[in-house]
T-cell receptor, first 110, second 113 residues
Framework: QQQVKQSPQSLIVQKGGISIINCAYE??????FPWYQQFPGKGPALLIA?????SEKKEGRFTISFNKSAKQFSLHIMDSQPGDSATYFC?????????FGTGTRLTIIP | GAVVSQHPSWVICKSGTSVKIECRSL??????MFWYRQFPKQSLMLMAT?????????EQGVEKDKFLINHASLTLSTLTVTSAHPEDSSFYIC?????????FGPGTRLTVT
């Protein structure tokens, strides 16, 4: 049973545009929601994270929006750049264990 | 942020042999570490939780006798793939939590021929 659903599977955005990736979870016991960025052949790198008592968190060009009642959260990348082209994973944490979404392959085109 | 290292970064071995992968937390101590497996273009799948001073706990469907985990110290966990077969070829990644965050190693690419 997949506990974290992520969409879209792939996304193409023009340089300077906004990239939006969505995730939904089922288990209300999750207590922390990080996003990871992964380049080919590398380990995931923590991008930004949010706790469920906060509705939005912004760090530079990256923003997480969190809707606790809908059990959904999303990542917004403003002013998307070619260097942002990577695979993005949302995750949900319970007792230190992370459950990952299926990933979104983001491509930023000039 | 905290740094987690892995060694080796890639390894090729023959079918039937064993391979050991090391995971180290460089600037923090970790009583718990996690081992993941990632197939091409897929998500990370948790294999097991490594616990310092006690036995590892394995996720459902993971063979504990095939994937031996030892958490030797507060900064080192090892994963040994025993009697490796081509289907064990994958990208193995470890992680360690530091406060609320979890940090990942750079991964180890295992190819079994």
């Amino acid at each position: 049973q997949q506990q974290v659903k992520q969409s879209p599977q792939s996304l193409i955005v023009q340089k300077g545009g906004i990239s939006i990736i969505n995730c939904a979870y089922e288990n209300t016991a999750f207590d922390y929601f990080p996003w990871y960025q992964q380049f080919p052949g590398k380990g995931p790198a923590l991008l930004i994270a949010i706790r469920p008592d906060v509705s939005e968190k912004k760090e530079g060009r990256f923003t997480i929006s969190f809707n606790k009642s809908a059990k959904q959260f999303s990542l917004h990348i403003m002013d998307s750049q070619p260097g942002d082209s990577a695979t993005y994973f949302c995750a949900a944490r319970r007792r230190e264990k992370l459950t990952f979404g299926t990933g979104t392959r983001l491509t930023i085109i000039p | 942020g905290a740094v987690v290292s892995q060694h080796p970064s890639w390894v090729i071995c023959k079918s039937g042999t064993s391979v050991k992968i090391e995971c180290r937390s460089l600037d923090f101590q970790a009583t718990t570490m996690f081992w993941y497996r990632q197939f091409p273009k897929q998500s990370l799948m948790l294999m097991a939780t490594s616990n310092e001073g006690s036995k590892a706990t394995y996720e459902q469907g993971v063979e504990k006798d095939k994937f031996l985990i030892n958490h030797a110290s507060l900064t080192l966990s090892t994963l040994t793939v025993t009697s490796a077969h081509p289907e064990d070829s994958s990208f193995y990644i470890c992680s360690a939590p530091d406060h609320y965050e979890q940090y990942f190693g750079p991964g180890t690419r295992l190819t079994v021929t």
